[in-house]
């Protein structure tokens, strides 16, 4: 009883402490996740008040945060849209892989973390924040703008692209040979063409199976169906996450509009969690030894999103200011750099300092991101003004 006792105040308060770090967040115009993740390294090992009493609770919950995020980020798309922003949108989606891993596995060979701990990093530094950029899209009156379908088809491709990466970041980080990672990337690929198949033929079949016009059984529904199918995808060894953001794929119309409606206040608590535990099982020692390489990767990443952007952009016929703000709007990095790192830490096949560096960097591309997207137009508009000659007297 006792230590129930304690848990539930421990618990209370991680999550009163989440509220207030979140309207903090809101207020002053940056995204939650950087002082998510600063509240986990104050609570955590090496950190002020460690809590001990919500380690197994902690744990599930950042387990089903992760889930949440990827089904609701399937959501967002429908089969068809994933297929079209793929046909459009490839050259710049290689372009992008290209310019943004490199820095992240560079870095993590230099840092002699082998070939895994790059593999990590490269999708640590690649994969673009979605949920940050289209918070920041939605706050700044950009949705309608001409470069935000370039935007979003980055994003498709990326997400499309974790599809593949995460079986063989899995696989790798278990120990598979070369068979065995090559066989994940086999079965995930065979995975994904079916629920695409399925998605554009039988998507509303799969609507009808989850839908039910009471909210309750409708959430009840859809939470079952995600983690059934994140549990089977992960014994097939094919990410847990994959599996639910497939599952997000597959669900469309309505359906997926009323989903989306109730499970983003359970997304946001769970991810929160997720953010926090990363940041309970990352010792803040360890961050000031790589925080000069963290900023030097930002700075690095920050120039690669921009001239990823700038390029799509230009590719599409779209002017210089909007080719600014595309590439502006693709700096921030979040929630899917974490889930890779954590996968990484987590399976204890990398470098302990890989989660410390991409802490540290997360915490800056988190904050670096939404500001690049705010000043970038007022900063060329100036810059514009300064370039511009005099008139003749």
């Not at 939650?32 to 919500?54: D, E, Q, R, S, W």
């Not at 946001?268 to 790589?290: E, R």
Request: charged share 10%.
């Amino acid at each position: 009883m006792h230590n129930t006792a304690i848990s539930l105040i421990e618990l209370g308060a991680v999550f009163f402490g989440l509220g207030i770090l979140g309207r903090l967040a809101w207020r002053i115009g940056i995204s939650p996740i950087p002082l998510y993740l600063v509240g986990g390294l104050a609570f955590g090992a090496g950190g002020l008040l460690p809590l001990h009493g919500i380690e197994e609770f902690a744990h599930l919950a950042s387990e089903i945060g992760v889930i949440l995020l990827l089904l609701l980020l399937g959501l967002e798309y429908s089969a068809a849209e994933l297929v079209t922003g793929l046909k459009r949108s490839w050259m710049s989606g290689l372009l992008d892989l290209v310019l943004n891993a490199l820095p992240g596995a560079a870095v993590a060979l230099m840092l002699g973390w082998g070939p895994v701990g790059a593999l990590a990093m490269a999708g640590v530094t690649y994969i673009s924040s979605s949920g940050i950029i289209a918070k920041v899209l939605g706050d700044l009156g950009r949705l309608g703008n001409r470069e935000t379908p370039v935007i979003l088809s980055i994003l498709v491709f990326e997400d499309l692209a974790m599809a593949v990466y995460l079986p063989i970041l899995t696989a790798l980080l278990a120990g598979a040979t070369l068979l065995g990672g090559l066989t994940a990337v086999g079965i995930s690929l065979v995975v994904v063409t079916i629920v695409l198949v399925v998605a554009l033929r039988f998507g509303r079949f799969v609507s009808m199976v989850v839908d039910s016009p009471e909210p309750e059984v409708f959430l009840l529904r859809v939470l079952g169906a995600a983690l059934l199918v994140a549990g089977i995808a992960s014994q097939l060894q094919v990410s847990a996450a994959v599996g639910a953001f497939l599952l997000g794929i597959a669900i469309s119309g309505s359906t997926a509009e009323n989903a989306t409606k109730l499970l983003e206040p359970l997304r946001d608590l769970f991810a929160a969690m997720f953010f926090v535990v990363f940041g309970l099982n990352t010792d803040p020692t360890t961050i000031p030894p790589v925080i000069g390489t963290a900023l030097v990767l930002a700075l690095v990443t920050t120039l690669t999103k921009l001239a990823t952007g700038w390029w799509a952009a230009q590719h599409q016929g779209i002017a210089r200011m909007g080719r600014a703000r595309a590439g502006a709007a693709l700096v921030a990095r979040g929630e899917f750099s974490i889930v890779i790192a954590g996968l990484a830490v987590t399976a204890g096949a990398v470098d302990d300092q890989l989660a410390a560096l991409a802490t540290a960097y997360v915490l800056l591309m988190a904050i670096l991101g939404p500001l690049t997207a705010r000043l970038v137009e007022p900063a060329a508009t100036a810059l514009r003004r300064r370039l511009k000659p005099a008139p003749a007297t």
